[in-house]
């Protein structure tokens, strides 16, 4: 059976688990985790930015677009390729963008056509047209904090070469 635990137990489950004894030494890790994230949030904003610029001049890319009151943590930077108009495949680019040691994503398939949700509401496909556009076109690239300058623009010129 689950316990409802209270904030006490699970700090005191936390440290038994961790060997981390002192509320202090919690603290000063949750704030060194903070700064962390908050500088992570800012390299992946700064390599967005390039990325922004990198595809702008591409017709058949268009890159996220983020409302100005808006600060984007770039978990993902996702991509939205018309493969119809370059007549490739996804599938096609993301082979030779591996081969170029790019590795890329595709992810979020529509919760429709997840097979527990055709099965349960009989979904089907085209039921919400939308999503599906975005999934057929959407691909994601490399964004982490790690990623150089010069691999920023080596992914920004392998797939302007490739989406034309």
């Known amino acids: 059976m ?11 489950e936390y ?7 002192t509320v202090m030494q919690i603290v000063v890790i949750s704030i060194i985790l903070i700064l962390q994230y908050t500088v992570f949030i800012k390299a992946r904003r700064k390599i967005a930015k390039a990325y922004d610029y990198g595809f702008s001049k591409n ?13 984007h943590a770039y978990h ?27 590795g890329t994503q595709v992810l979020y ?8 949700y ?15 556009i975005y999934y ?7 964004i982490f904090p790690g990623i150089s300058k010069k691999e920023i623009n080596y992914v920004i010129e392998k797939i302007n070469n490739l989406i034309k």
């Open 2 to 12: 689950v316990e409802e635990m209270t904030v006490k137990q699970i700090i005191q």
């Open 15 to 21: 440290i038994n688990n961790t060997g981390i004894e």
């Open 59 to 71: 017709k058949f890319i268009k890159t996220p677009k983020v409302n100005k009151n808006v600060k």
């Open 76 to 102: 993902l930077y996702t991509l939205l390729i018309d493969f119809k108009k370059i007549k490739k495949s996804r599938n096609e680019i993301m082979k030779k963008l591996k081969d170029l040691n790019i």
């Open 109 to 116: 398939i529509p919760v429709h056509l997840q097979p527990y």
């Open 118 to 132: 055709l099965k349960k509401y009989n979904f089907k496909k085209g039921d919400f047209p939308n999503s599906e």
């Open 136 to 142: 057929e076109s959407c691909l994601s690239i490399p």
